[in-house]
């Protein structure tokens, strides 16, 4: 009787040690991990407009935070104005207009051929959030 009392003893001594060991260490050391390895770049759906009606529905050429659209630095994001994102393969833009959510980046150019030629691309985008 005393040594199945001391089987069920250390069985519960066994369980209760185990498992808060596999948690405690192991999550944390997790979210470290994310937090510090992982570079600030995402991957973003990107697309390329034109200021025509076809793109915008209307032709003015202002962005929706009120500077003149310009191919190489306007781009449409629901991230704020002014956010500097780094555009894998394209460089730097602004953050100037809107139309887009989620991880969407909408490139601003010029000519409506060059926005179809674009397309539609998958790319490594790094954000600078300050
Ligand atoms: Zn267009």
């Excluded at 009392?5 to 260490?25: A, D, G, M, Q």
């Amino acid at each position: 009787m005393k040594k199945l009392l001391l089987i069920l003893i250390l069985l519960s001594l066994y369980h209760t040690e185990t498992s808060p060991i596999v948690f405690n260490l192991s999550k944390p050391i997790l979210l470290n991990h994310t937090m510090r390895k992982v570079p600030k770049s995402e991957i973003y759906t990107v697309f390329a407009y034109c200021p025509c009606a076809k793109c915008c529905g209307r032709k003015t050429g202002i962005t929706a935070s009120g500077t003149v659209a310009t191919e190489g630095r306007t781009v449409a994001s629901d991230l704020p104005f002014g956010t500097k994102v780094h555009i894998e393969g394209i460089g730097r833009r602004v953050v100037e207009d809107r139309g887009v959510s989620g991880k969407v980046i909408d490139l601003y150019c010029d000519s409506h051929s060059d926005a179809l030629k674009f397309g539609r691309k998958e790319l490594k985008v790094k954000i600078n959030h300050r």
